[in-house]
Structures are given as structure tokens and as C-alpha cells.
């Protein structure tokens, strides 16, 4: 049985910086923009750790208009094998075992009651902030565990590219205990390989097509179910 070293990071603190992050690498639009207000000041609760980067990528994409931001977000997401959002994504590819790593997070998901819309996979990395922050710190903290590898990949990616998200995805790899040594020795071998290339179905899901991730209102500081 794997063991999960718990979280340093006072909970309250994970689901502000979980539930602003995922807000935050959400499709932009005009609700988004408004709320990066409440974003920022929900933010200014946490340490500089985590909140300098959020605050960053707040900042970020307050400077750009809106459509100008939505084309780069789809040239970021989209079009990018290493800035994926769908984290299991970077340990399968488009292979037959993706299928059965998006069926465990879907169980993860019943465990707590947490029922997706089945337009959504269920391993998008809003989605997966939404949950650990929201519904089960608990269980959203393991899949995140299980998943460091493809979050520290698409971290030093979006860092390569000077992307705008940078931060929020910094802030999400911040609130994760330090890296081992043979996690270093996985990340710098995914990074260099890439995802498995093998195109296949991914029964019972369908091969993503990269759709945005609409998301509820967030209260903060405390999590919702």
C-alpha cells in the first residue's frame, strides 16, 4: 500500500490556493476576469509562497484583452504536448492504460459522493483542484501525489515559455511535500521522453479534445461540497 507523506500546508490554506489556482487556469472569459478580484484577495491570506505566484498569474492575465488571452490559452493548452491539463496525460499518453488511470480517478471521485458531468474527463487538473479543495482534501491530495511527475513537468514547461499560468501552477506544486530523489530522476526522464505516442481508444472515455472546464463559484476561504 502506497503511503502519502501528509500535507505541510494548513488546510485552509490548500483550499485557497487549490480552489484559486484552478479557477485561475480555467478557459478565460469574462467571468474569470471578474473574478480575479476575489482571487486576489482570497490570496492575500496565504503566505508570499504561495501567494506571490498566484498573484502573478492574476496579474498576468489582467493585462491581456480578452480575446487575445483566450487565442493564447488554446495556443498554450491545446497545442502543446508538455502544457497538458489532463494529468494522466504524461504517464500514459493516448494509451489503452490512460483509460484505466481515468477510471480510477473517477472512482476516487464516487468514494466522496462526487458525481462529473460526463462531458468532463475527470482528470483535468481544474477539475482535480476543484475536488481536493471543495469536496475531499483527502483523496484530491493523493491523486495530486500520484500525478507529481506530470504537474512538475508542465510546471518547468509553462516556465520555458514564459507562459502567463506559470504561477498558478507553481503555487499547486508549493502546497506538495519537496521532491525525493528518484522523483528529480522521473521528472527529468518524462521531460526529456514526453508521453507515450501510441494513439488508441480509451474506453470507457473518450480521447480528450481539450474543451475548457467550466467551474462553479468558489466561497472562499472555506471549502464547499
Same mark, same amino acid.
Given at each position: ?14 483550499? /485557497? =490556493? ?20 476575489? /482571487? ?9 509562497? !504561495? ?12 493585462? @491581456?484583452?480578452? #480575446?487575445?488571452?483566450?487565442?493564447? $490559452? @488554446? ?10 491539463? $489532463? ?12 483509460? *484505466? ?6 472512482? =476516487? ?17 481544474? @477539475? @482535480?483542484?476543484?475536488?481536493?479543495? =471543495? *469536496? ?6 493523493? !491523486? ?24 498558478? *501552477?507553481?503555487? /499547486?506544486?508549493?502546497?506538495? #511535500? ?8 522521473? /521528472? ?16 470507457? $472515455? ?9 467551474? #462553479? ?9
Amino acid at each position: 500500500m502506497t503511503r502519502y507523506p501528509e500535507p505541510r500546508v494548513p488546510a485552509h490554506q490548500l483550499t /485557497i =490556493t487549490w480552489q484559486a489556482a484552478s479557477l485561475l487556469l480555467d478557459y478565460p472569459d469574462d467571468t474569470l476576469l471578474a473574478r480575479l478580484d476575489l /482571487i486576489r484577495r482570497a490570496a492575500a491570506e496565504l503566505p508570499p509562497g !504561495l501567494a506571490d505566484p498566484l498573484h502573478a498569474t492574476a496579474r498576468a492575465l489582467r493585462s @491581456v484583452d480578452l #480575446p487575445a488571452l483566450q487565442q493564447r $490559452y @488554446v495556443d498554450t493548452f491545446d497545442n502543446r504536448r508538455r502544457h497538458n491539463l $489532463y494529468l494522466t496525460y504524461f504517464a500514459h499518453g493516448d494509451t489503452r492504460r490512460r483509460g *484505466v488511470a481515468l477510471l480510477r480517478f473517477k472512482q =476516487t471521485y464516487l468514494r466522496s459522493g462526487f458525481v462529473l458531468d460526463e462531458s468532463e474527463l475527470p482528470d483535468h487538473l481544474c @477539475v @482535480v483542484l476543484e475536488y481536493a479543495a =471543495t *469536496v475531499d482534501r483527502h483523496l484530491g491530495w493523493r !491523486l495530486l501525489l500520484d500525478h507529481r511527475a506530470g504537474l512538475e513537468v508542465l510546471r518547468l514547461a509553462l516556465a520555458d515559455a514564459g507562459s502567463a499560468w506559470l504561477g498558478a *501552477v507553481q503555487a /499547486i506544486t508549493a502546497t506538495l #511535500p519537496p521532491l525525493a530523489g528518484d522523483e528529480h530522476a522521473a /521528472i527529468a526522464r518524462l521531460a526529456a521522453e514526453g508521453p507515450p505516442q501510441e494513439e488508441v481508444g480509451l474506453t470507457p $472515455y473518450a480521447t480528450p479534445a481539450f474543451d475548457p472546464v467550466a467551474l #462553479p463559484m468558489p466561497s472562499f476561504p472555506g471549502a464547499r461540497r
